[in-house]
């Protein structure tokens, strides 16, 4: 019988959002795993990947071209064996859009930006990562603090700026991240920016498979620590990941405050939610 996962427990912090997933309850095998040599190689190679991508970073950020992270994160996705799938029409360049998405690993990023040349909203703490930071900036990174409230109107500002620029923005509103097999509700501050330019709201649903079955290999929950999911990502055998652009949404003319804001966030999330299964995967009991 298929059954909805639990809503996520009480928040501590209403600012930074915890799901309800963790390693243990929401990740199982692989159902067919790559050889210790394959698992090797793909490790070297991503390794590779990175340390290359410092100066692609540093010319896409002097020239701007984001088309260079584009073809950057997909290298980055083949030498790890992830295959992508892109679904609908793609972002028109120099049009300032806002892509929002759900959001189940430290992937998700790359993923995205494979699929449409955008700049990444960051938590704060990735500034200060070294060699990532170099990567980050070099895709025009926006930073958001997520432990100072008051640093939240400057965080949308530069969004704004951003779209108002011609930019695509990709952000994940949920402020966490679930396994694969459900979501959080999309947090509102973010659509203020895409309210305040004017622009247009593209919903994104991302979903991990191995093969044909969904999987939740990639995920990246709980006390799970990333090189843990990367060693599990390089040993998994066909692993996909499918991205999916749905149909813009666009703010009503002259709208404007927490209603506004409010309603976009909801419209956005509903569109999102559709695609993503509410249900455990197929022989498991949690």
Request: aromatic share 4%.
């Amino acid at each position: 019988m298929s059954t909805v996962l639990p809503p996520p427990a009480a928040q501590l912090d209403p600012w930074r959002p915890q799901g309800p997933c963790t390693p243990a309850a929401c990740i199982g095998d692989a159902a067919s795993a790559v050889g210790s040599v394959r698992r090797a190689g793909r490790l070297a190679a991503a390794l590779a990947v990175v340390l290359g991508g410092v100066p692609v970073a540093m010319i896409a950020r002097a020239f701007r071209q984001s088309r260079l992270t584009r073809l950057w994160a997909r290298l980055m996705l083949g030498a790890l064996g992830i295959r992508l799938e892109a679904h609908g029409a793609g972002v028109a360049a120099g049009v300032g859009t806002l892509v929002v998405a759900n959001h189940i690993s430290w992937l998700d990023p790359l993923v995205i930006a494979a699929t449409v040349p955008s700049r990444p909203l960051a938590k704060r703490e990735v500034a200060g990562w070294p060699v990532i930071s170099t990567l980050v900036a070099g895709a025009g990174a926006l930073f958001i603090d997520r432990d100072r409230l008051t640093a939240l109107p400057s965080a949308v500002a530069g969004v704004a700026g951003a779209l108002r620029a011609g930019d695509t923005v990709v952000a994940f509103p949920e402020g966490t991240t679930w396994c694969g097999r459900g979501m959080g509700g999309f947090r509102r501050a973010v659509f203020q920016a895409a309210i305040d330019a004017g622009a247009d709201v593209r919903p994104a649903t991302l979903r991990y498979r191995e093969g044909r079955e969904p999987s939740t290999r990639a995920c990246f929950v709980g006390d799970d620590s990333l090189l843990a999911s990367l060693l599990r990502v390089a040993a998994t055998r066909d692993l996909v990941v499918e991205v999916r652009l749905l149909a813009p949404v666009r703010p009503a003319p002259g709208a404007a405050g927490p209603r506004a804001r409010a309603e976009l966030a909801r419209i956005a999330e509903a569109r999102v939610r559709a695609g993503v299964p509410a249900r455990h995967l197929p022989g498991e009991g949690v």
